[in-house]
């Protein structure tokens, strides 16, 4: 008895592994099997009418395994599944399954918390994740973006650390081209449920010093509390003049200092005439032309970025979608937009927290100096406990 | 007994005292010298920020002279000792841990002259220069942070110094053993750094010698 | 009588060339106890371990009545001690050097100290490296006698020293220890040196103590005797036997040097059928050397 169970067991188990490695082989056992749940008529009829029936089945099995087939091939590698979550249909490698099926819902919720827009939750397309990580759209649909996407999976698990905790969007691009590299290539795109991914307090403080040590007199002028300076510095608006409205003759010549000696912006005796005998005009000639080849802005995307989460942070409630949604003119206004306040409004707050982020002193630490004083007295009291001192 | 050892100690270190309370002044001090020259705003094409970089060069130099002076006190506190193998030290009536005291505390004594030499040269520089207004000046910080340093120094090669020889034989023999791993990790392509973890140890918190390490910035934002 | 110094059962070992095994000291209060022994015997490293400089592995010491080390501080306030090599940062003034050691003796008497350094003709201003080596030997004992220590430990202060400044030294020594009932243990190879001033004396020879006695047993009982037609063994003499040897020379019999000689133990000799010839007294160089000689050939010996 004990034996028959152990060769049922054998059998049962290599069955498994065979149909674990040949799913086709399930399906076709299992469509069969719905197929012919009403054999037990066949009991009542003729052989004639039970050949026709068997006849008819077998072709209707045919029909389904070669639509299923079809099915497959259209699918693709066996390994890719697909994960629906309201209007979200994610294409995702087998791997990654279960951890998306449970992260999907999660994600869209937090979505959906931010965006408050029926017209972006239509905008979703599907988006197809391949199992080395990161996203690409689809070989079928190339315009996937603009929408929203998932770009990692939500946090599952409070208690065990799963990594990979984000829920991103990717920005809807309703800028213009020099707009969009006014923000970068970084999208600011990391909306989390508690803006976790924002640098916040360490970014203010990187633009504290890049104020503080500007190399634009428009940037200085914005670090001293001028804020028709920080608007100008932020560029809401094109510079008509960039090489006067940002810099002064001496900010100029530093920067055509540090430029080096031209190549194919200028003559060698403008340059000379610049940097050595410090004239202005040949400085300003050879500045506009070093203009045209690449700008020197006065604060990087970091400060722009931060303005953009500064208006988030204002306009409370659907501020995120009004960021992907708007259309404006200028960034002033889509900052505007954003904050659902005067831009001016959104650029004193922001410099507040600039000048309230100054970086503490490197000079002396409270963990270097406590540090050392602990050492000095650790060292001492073993200098006393050398063997030849102790008595 | 105190006032005894302090004034050994003085007779030993005079000498290299001299010429560290000047360094010590003049440091600080020439490190914004190149401020006032006329013209630096102009030439310099870094504006501020190259300020501060030139600033914070002058780092090397300020913990370079801190562990310089730590070293020359810690080694002329025992000078006297040692050229008599300890013998006269050991045959006093005062308790070797408190001689040794004495000896540490008029080290840090002496060390005090050109810690406050320091200070008042970093006060004078500042005073001498003019600021940008977004610039902040840390004279008193650095100061400490120079005090403090070379007090660690000092307390370091003062320990070394108390010990016997054995003991710096024990020391030399871990750092040879370092370098001696380093060798051979480095030769089997090992992709392994024994010296350069020690030394990150040592020299990051809570090291004891991160004072030594960072920016010794005098002006700052 | 009780004992200024005492050890028990001490032992020290430096490296396996040198061990002192088994040190049983036993120095009277007030005496002037001269420790004798050739070059490398142990006797620095025993004064080193009375003064703690050096830690023995077992026994006990005690020194004016205080446990060493754990009462070190106390014994050293109360004991002078002249090394064998100058200790004494040597880059300091004479003057300085007084200070600096008055600083930390409580006993410390100015006074003496000028009286000692005017009697030995030193000059305050005079840096101590400049000194000659008679004129360090002295000052080091201006330092050692000016504290006014109840114990004097020196280690062969005499060493290298012209016969004046000996003389000049141990003189100022004997003053004090008259003046003040002070006890001496003073080391030294030189034994004419420590027969002239010592009532004590300990030799030691190879970390081990061969002989501890009054000057006066050790002198007075040690002869030469030649002896002819003596039997391999005698048994039970009346006089501890420190070597026997063939006579050399054209004279008969053999030379017996013994400790504790009188003139009535002759008869020992007859009784033996041997015949005693001579009796010469030994000094004791001699007597010191005959004893060396005989605990390194591992001769029967005793102590008190």
């Known amino acids: 008895m004990s034996e028959f169970a152990a060769r049922t067991a054998g059998c049962l188990s290599r069955g498994a592994a065979a149909v674990k490695a040949q799913p086709i082989i399930l399906m076709t056992g299992l469509v069969m099997a719905l197929l012919l749940q009403p054999a037990h008529r066949l009991e009542s009829q003729s052989t004639a009418e039970y050949q026709v029936r068997v006849d008819s089945l077998r072709v209707e099995w045919e029909r389904k395994r070669d639509a299923f087939i079809e099915l497959a091939r259209e699918l693709g590698p066996a390994r890719i599944d697909t994960i629906r979550t309201g209007p979200f249909t994610v294409l995702v490698d087998e791997p990654l399954v279960e951890l998306m099926s449970q992260a999907a819902p999660i994600a869209w919720d937090a979505l959906r918390a931010e965006l408050h827009s029926d017209s972006m939750l239509a905008a979703i397309k599907p988006v197809y994740f391949p199992s080395g990580g990161g996203s690409r759209t689809t070989e079928r649909s190339e315009d996937v973006f603009p929408g929203p996407w998932i770009s990692e999976t939500a946090n599952l698990d409070e208690v065990v650390d799963r990594v990979i905790l984000t829920v991103g969007a990717e920005l809807r691009l309703m800028l213009d081209e020099p707009s969009r590299l006014w923000l970068s290539a970084n999208p600011l795109a990391r909306v989390v449920a508690e803006r976790r991914d924002w640098p916040g307090a360490a970014s203010f403080r990187w633009i504290y010093v890049e104020l503080a040590t500007s190399g634009s007199a428009v940037g200085r002028r914005c670090f001293d509390g001028h804020l028709p300076a920080c608007r100008s510095a932020l560029e809401l608006e094109p510079a008509s003049d960039p090489a006067t409205e940002w810099y002064d003759a001496l900010d100029r010549r530093r920067l055509i200092v540090r430029g080096g000696v031209p190549r194919g912006l200028g003559t060698i005796e403008e340059w000379r005439s610049c940097t050595e005998a410090g004239d202005d005009i040949a400085c300003e000639t050879l500045f506009r032309a070093r203009l045209e080849g690449s700008v020197t802005h006065p604060v990087s995307t970091v400060a722009h970025q931060a303005l953009v989460e500064t208006a988030l942070q204002m306009g409370g409630v659907g501020a995120y979608g009004r960021l992907v949604l708007t259309e404006a003119p200028t960034i002033a206004d889509w900052i505007a937009a954003v904050a659902r306040a005067p831009a001016d409004s959104v650029i004193e707050v922001w410099y507040s927290d600039v000048i309230a982020a100054r970086p503490d002193p490197t000079t002396l630490t409270a963990a270097t100096g406590w540090g050392a004083f602990v050492w000095i007295i650790v060292l001492a009291a073993v200098a006393t406990r050398s063997t030849r001192w102790r008595s | ?221 | 009588m009780s004992n200024a110094i005492e050890t028990r059962g001490l032992e020290y070992r430096i490296g396996r060339s040198f061990e002192i095994r088994d040190l049983a000291l036993n120095v009277p209060e007030g005496s002037i106890y001269g420790f004798l022994g050739p070059n490398g015997a142990g006797k620095t490293t025993t004064i080193q371990l009375l003064l703690a400089m050096r830690r023995a592995r077992a026994g006990s010491i005690t020194v004016l009545g205080k446990r060493v080390p754990q009462e070190i501080t106390a014994v050293l306030s109360r004991t002078g001690y002249v090394p064998e090599r100058p200790h004494v940062d040597p880059s300091l003034k004479i003057d300085e050097a007084l200070r600096f050691h008055a600083a930390f003796y409580r006993s410390w008497d100015d006074k003496e100290g000028e009286r000692l350094l005017a009697q030995f003709d030193l000059d305050r201003s005079r840096r101590i490296k400049r000194l000659s080596k008679g004129e360090t030997g002295k000052f080091l004992m201006v330092l050692a006698l000016a504290q006014r220590p109840d114990l004097l430990l020196l280690d062969e202060p005499t060493d290298g020293l012209d016969p004046v400044v000996r003389r000049e030294v141990m003189t100022a020594v004997v003053d004090y220890v008259s003046q003040r009932g002070a006890t001496v243990f003073i080391s030294s190879h030189l034994v004419h040196e420590v027969e002239r001033m010592c009532n004590w004396i300990g030799v030691m020879d190879k970390g081990r103590l061969v002989s501890e006695m009054t000057t006066d047993s050790f002198k007075s009982g040690i002869k030469r005797l030649r002896v002819t037609g003596a039997p391999q063994s005698m048994a039970d003499p009346p006089f501890v036997l420190l070597s026997r040897q063939p006579s050399e020379g054209v004279i008969e019999g053999e030379l017996w040097v013994v400790r504790g000689w009188q003139a009535p133990m002759r008869d020992y000799f007859e009784s033996a059928g041997a015949r005693l010839t001579e009796v010469t007294d030994l000094d004791l160089e001699d007597g010191f050397v005959e004893l060396l000689r005989t605990s390194r050939s591992r001769q029967p010996l005793e102590g008190r």
């Open chain 2, 1 to 221: 007994m105190f006032r005894v050892i302090l004034q050994s100690h003085w007779n030993w270190s005079k000498l290299l005292l001299g010429p560290g309370v000047v360094a010590a002044f003049a440091l600080p001090i020439l490190s914004v010298q190149q401020i006032n020259e006329p013209g630096y705003a102009d030439w310099s094409p870094w504006g501020t920020a190259g300020l501060l970089r030139d600033v914070e060069s002058w780092g090397i130099w300020y913990a370079a002279l801190a562990a310089g002076l730590g070293l020359a006190i810690a080694t002329s506190a025992w000078g006297s000792d040692h050229r008599g193998g300890h013998v006269y030290a050991l045959s006093l009536p005062v308790e070797r841990w408190r001689y040794v005291l004495f000896r540490y505390a008029s080290g840090a004594v002496l060390l005090g002259v050109p810690i406050l030499s320091f200070w008042l040269g970093a006060l004078l520089a500042i005073a001498s220069i003019d600021l940008p207004d977004s610039l902040h000046a840390y004279p008193t910080e650095l100061a400490v942070r120079f005090a403090l340093a070379s007090l660690v120094a000092f307390t370091v090669f003062f320990a070394i110094s108390a010990g016997t020889m054995r003991t710096a034989g024990y020391i030399l023999a871990v750092i040879g053993g370092l370098l001696v791993a380093q060798l051979l990790l480095a030769t089997a392509g090992a992709g392994v750094d024994p010296l350069e973890y020690v030394v990150d140890r040592l020299t990051s918190w809570p090291g004891p010698f991160e004072v030594f390490t960072g920016r010794w910035m005098l002006i700052d934002v």
